[in-house]
């Protein structure tokens, strides 16, 4: 595994490449998109072992922070999606650089996913796949979900939990918007949360896109189905698995859930 | 991030351990560094990014920093070997400091231990003489049977008024107990019996003190709601060894740092702690210490 800090001067990015064993794929690379907070440090260790499992199949893998997350460069606070887009963009092009692979498939995870649609539409860059998992359809619903994941963290937290932090989520909605689950949030990034729904979040013709989500996640079903109406190249796929997206990482727990990793990885190549 | 520079680093037998060392760009580097790595079984960055916050932070103000993840966790190779958890955690951070005195010939550290990252650290501080200052997070508690029962009452008095919390008790209650293998790997001490746990904390300690090894022990308000007199350290409070260590009690912040306002009183009180020593060290004698160190092999012996 290669540590790397990548993109212009003025917005690096960390990034860990894991080069492929081998020469079976030499035209053929997979670029993780990480989830945003929480969840991206819960995924965390499943990313880097699907990384070297892929890499032991012959594919080259770069996984990578956004600008303000993980080990990259930024505060919290500079979040927001037009530079997310543009840094799973960054990413794409220090892959190619390094493998030379005309066929990079984007793996996306959560608000991972949704920034690898609107990256793929911007037409900067051209994967050959997007893999979905999970995607964040609604910024609204997602938005309230965090709220509600936050406040049950607190209160799990704190040996005797504040009553007035239910009370607060219940009757106030700008209550837990401004931080969430250990991050702060910008008002840029809550308002582009807010905005992200279906109608924001299209396909392109000129890749196919395959969306793994759980059998009653209705909203990503439907959004596929609107899509398919529109004559996009997507295919859906049931994908149950126990990682809990939010939940602190705690000893025992699933960290990387074995039939979700040999699903994904068949998933990506 | 003006005035920081990151470097990523992978060290350690085989290069298998990775993290990343901040420290302040004009190479004003300090003396003294400060080692983070992993809580549970988050990865180097930590809760809510903690790790890089206090780090950044840290060089800002002149002190290096290496956060990384041990054996096993976030970007670092499982060990080859088949050591005991602790052993391997405390051979891990010496391959840490080895490696920023081989990169930027320093010395001295702090061991900055968040929740269960409080067992290597005081095994680390306990074998090794290059480590000056211990803080441990929400690590070790031994609370008396008074701050015992006043927890539980308080707890109890704020589900009986929050009855949304009645169903979040049952739900945890009917959860499925977590396996013998988290117990022993989320314990501080593994799976011995508290009592022995409380013994090698003791005897831990006092040698710290000997050596004069600075120690802050900081407790959150996700142990208790208040704490009138070091009360988790129970018996332990007023012996020799643990009085003249320093003690902090943040009942407004979680062992989660799951607020923005939690963070940053953390960083100011981590920060502030960790500037007093390296000014502290800056003044004092460059030789080390007179008492040596244990080597790990004993620390360990006693754990297992």
Redesign the interface.
Known sequence: ?T???FGPASRQL?G?FHPAHGDTHVDRAVLICPPFG?EA?RS??LW?TLADRLARMGYAVLRFDYHG???S??D?ADGEFEGWRRDVCTAHEELHRRTGARRIVWLGARLGASLAVLAAKSGRSDPARLVLWDPIVSGRDHLQWLRER?V????R?????D?AW?RQLASDPRAFTD?L????ISPTLLLQLRNLGADTLQLTALHETLVLAADDDASVRRWCESEAARRMPVRYSPFKHPLQWSA??????A?VPVEALQRLATFVT | ?NGIR?I???FGPAQSL?G?VATPANGERGKVACLMFNA??????G????H?KLARQLAERGVTSLRFDLSG???SDAAYGAEHALTQGVQDLQAAMDQLEAMLGIHRFIVIGLR?GARPGLGLAVADARVIGLLMFDGFAFPGRRSRWD?RL??MA?IA??P??IA?TLQALARRP??R???A??APFGPDRPEITMALFRRSMTQLAERGVAVLLLYS?????VDHDRDQLGPLAHEPGLREVDYRFMPGI???????AA?QSFMAVVGDWVLRLTSRRATARPERLARPALPVERVVLRTA
């Open positions: 595994v540590p790397l800090l960390f860990l929480q440090i965390h260790r880097r997350t993980g080990d460069p930024g919290d936050h049950e963290a607190l209160e937290s704190f040996c005797v939990p009553p239910r931080e689950l250990g991050f702060a602190e990482p705690q000893p025992g727990d960290l | 991030m990151e990523p680093v992978a990775f990343v549970d079984a988050t990865h180097r960055v809760s809510g990014r903690i890089v966790r976030g970007d269960t927890r308080r707890r704020a008024a929050r949304s919390a979040g977590p396996s293998a988290a117990v790997a989320s308000g996700s142990v208790h709601v979680d062992q989660g740092l799951i607020s923005i963070q």
